[in-house]
């Protein structure tokens, strides 16, 4: 099972920014892919979507403060994430959209924390 890699998570203050990294083998080159987090106690949430023409879709709480890009030459999926909030605290991760009902798909994901 080809799972993605996941890095750049960090500690910032609330205001600051951190830019995410997923590593995906070739595999993931054409796929739909999407950016999700999972919070303490919640259930893991998709905060932004981008095709392989990158077309990008984004959930209402991360609009305007994240971006979501690819390189796909590098197989490489990145989310520039400003203006942080202790609410964007979550472990960040990133996979294929068509393959995210597979819980075997997934990779350790990074950890994001924003203090006040």
């Known amino acids: 099972q080809v799972q993605p890699v996941e890095s750049g998570g960090g500690s910032v203050q609330a205001g600051g920014s951190l830019r995410l990294s997923c590593a995906a083998s070739r595999i993931f080159s054409g796929a739909f892919m999407g950016w999700y987090r999972q919070a303490p106690g919640k259930k893991r949430e998709r905060v932004a979507t981008?095709?392989?023409?990158?077309?990008?879709n984004y959930a209402d709480s991360v609009n305007g403060r994240f971006t979501v890009s690819r390189d796909n030459a590098k197989n490489t999926v990145y989310l520039q994430m400003n203006s942080l909030k202790p609410e964007d605290t979550a472990v960040y991760y990133c996979?294929?959209?068509?393959?995210?009902?597979?819980?075997?798909?997934w990779g350790q994901g990074t950890q994001v924390t924003v203090s006040s």
């Open positions: 996979n294929d959209v068509e393959k995210a009902w597979n819980s075997g798909s």
């Open positions: 981008i095709s392989r023409s990158g077309i990008t």
